[in-house]
C-alpha cells in the first residue's frame, strides 16, 4: 500500500485524511499542520504528526502528499514537495496569484514530479456524464449557459480560519473556481469575463456575492450568480448529494446546458431534446440520464495512487489549475474594474511546454 501524508488538517484537509485512512490503495503516513486540533488528530489516527511541510518531509519521504494548507501557502509547500520528489495532490486554487501558479506547474513539468490538482468534481460520474451527453450532439451547438453557487456559509466559517476574510479566501477563489473547472471542462474554453462584486453584507476585505458572464471561444454565453450569503440551495455541493457533510436537496439543478436542439439540467442530468425539427411549437422529448453515482473525493484518492504508481496522467495538471486560475482571477479583475477582461490560453504566459 502506498504511504500518503496530509498537510494542512483544516476543512478539507481532514476529510482527505478520513478517505485516506479507509482506502483500500493507500495508507495514513502522518499529518502537518501546526493547530493543536492537527495534532489531537494525528493521535486520534495512530499516525506521526509534524508541524510543518518541511518538518515532515526532514523526517520522512512518503509516496505521496494531500496539500490542503491555506492556499498563500501552495507555493512554498509544493515546491518543497517537488524538490523533494515526493508526488503531491494540490488542493485548488493551485496558487493565490497566476504567477505563483506558473512557477509550480513549471518546477513540476521541470522535474517530471507528478502533480495532481485538486479540482475533485473531474472524478464526478454526474460531470463525467455530462460531458458525454455534451459530446453525443444530442444538445446540437452549444449556445446558453447558466449556473449558481448560492449558499450560506456560517459565520464560525470564518472565525475557524481567519485567512477567509482576506485577500485569496474569498468565493472567487475558494468555490467559483470548482465552477470555471466544472465550466471549462463541460463547455470549453472561457475566452472573456465580465462582473460585478458585493461585500456588502459581511463588510470583510473580500467578495461575499458576484454576478459574472461567460463568453467561450466556441460562442457559446454563459452567466453565474455566486454567493455565500444567500441563504439558498441552489448549489453544487447542496444539489449533487456526493458529500454527506451537507445536507441534499435532491431534484434542483445549478447549471443548465442549453444548445440548439436540446438541453441538459446538472446535477440532475434532466435532459430535454427535440426529435425532429427544433421549434418551441414542438414538444420536448424529457428523459433522465442514468449514471452510478459515488463520492469524486474517493474517486480522486484513487487516481491520485494511479498518479503516483506513473499508471496514468494527472487528470487535472498543473497547467489545468493555471487556467482555472486565470479565470478565476479575470473574474476578480472585471468586477474590480467593471471593463470586459480577456483570459488568455496559459500556454501564451507560461514559460515552458504545457
Not at 520522512?60 to 509544493?78: F, K, M, N, Y
Not at 460562442?219 to 450568480?225: D, E
Request: contains cysteine; hydrophobic residues 45%; glycine residues 8%.
Amino acid at each position: 500500500m502506498l504511504s500518503i501524508s496530509v498537510a494542512g488538517a483544516g476543512l478539507i484537509g481532514s476529510r482527505h485524511v478520513e478517505l485516506v485512512d479507509r482506502s483500500a490503495e493507500c495508507r495514513l503516513a502522518s499529518i502537518a499542520d501546526p493547530a493543536p486540533a492537527a495534532q489531537a488528530l494525528a493521535a486520534r489516527y495512530q499516525v506521526p504528526w509534524d508541524p510543518s511541510v518541511p518538518a515532515l518531509l526532514e523526517r520522512e519521504r512518503p509516496d505521496g502528499i494531500i496539500v490542503a494548507t491555506p492556499s498563500q501557502l501552495h507555493l512554498e509547500h509544493a515546491l518543497a514537495c517537488i524538490d523533494a520528489g515526493v508526488p503531491i495532490l494540490l488542493e485548488k486554487p493551485i496558487a493565490t496569484t497566476v504567477e505563483d501558479g506558473v512557477a509550480i506547474a513549471t518546477a513540476a513539468a521541470d522535474r517530471d514530479a507528478p502533480l495532481l490538482v485538486g479540482h475533485h468534481r473531474r472524478h464526478s460520474p454526474i460531470i463525467r456524464a455530462a460531458r458525454r451527453v455534451i459530446e453525443s450532439g444530442v444538445l446540437g451547438r452549444l449556445v446558453a449557459v447558466t449556473g449558481a453557487a448560492t449558499f450560506r456559509k456560517p459565520d464560525t466559517y470564518f472565525d475557524e480560519a481567519p485567512w477567509r476574510r482576506e485577500v485569496g479566501g474569498g468565493p472567487i477563489l475558494i468555490n467559483l473556481i470548482h465552477e470555471i473547472d466544472n465550466l471549462r471542462f463541460l463547455c470549453g474554453e472561457i475566452s472573456s469575463v465580465q462582473a460585478q462584486a458585493s461585500s456588502v453584507t459581511r463588510g470583510f476585505e473580500v467578495e461575499d456575492s458576484v454576478a459574472i458572464t461567460f463568453a467561450f471561444t466556441n460562442g457559446a454565453l454563459g452567466t453565474f450568480m455566486l454567493s455565500d450569503v444567500a441563504a439558498s440551495p441552489v448549489s453544487w455541493e447542496l444539489t449533487a448529494g456526493e458529500n454527506p457533510d451537507y445536507p441534499n436537496v435532491p431534484g434542483v439543478d445549478c447549471y443548465l446546458l442549453a444548445g440548439d436542439r436540446g438541453s441538459l439540467g446538472v446535477p440532475t442530468l434532466r435532459l430535454a431534446s427535440y426529435p425532429g425539427t427544433p421549434s418551441w411549437w414542438e414538444p420536448l422529448l424529457a428523459e433522465i440520464v442514468d449514471v452510478r453515482r459515488t463520492d469524486p473525493l474517493e474517486e480522486q484518492i484513487a487516481h491520485f495512487c494511479a498518479v503516483i504508481r506513473r499508471e496514468t496522467e494527472p487528470l487535472v495538471t498543473g497547467w489545468e489549475g493555471v487556467q482555472n486560475l486565470v479565470v478565476a482571477k479575470a473574474v476578480a479583475e472585471a468586477a474590480r474594474t467593471g471593463c470586459t477582461v480577456r483570459t488568455p490560453d496559459v500556454r501564451t504566459i507560461a514559460p515552458g511546454p504545457t
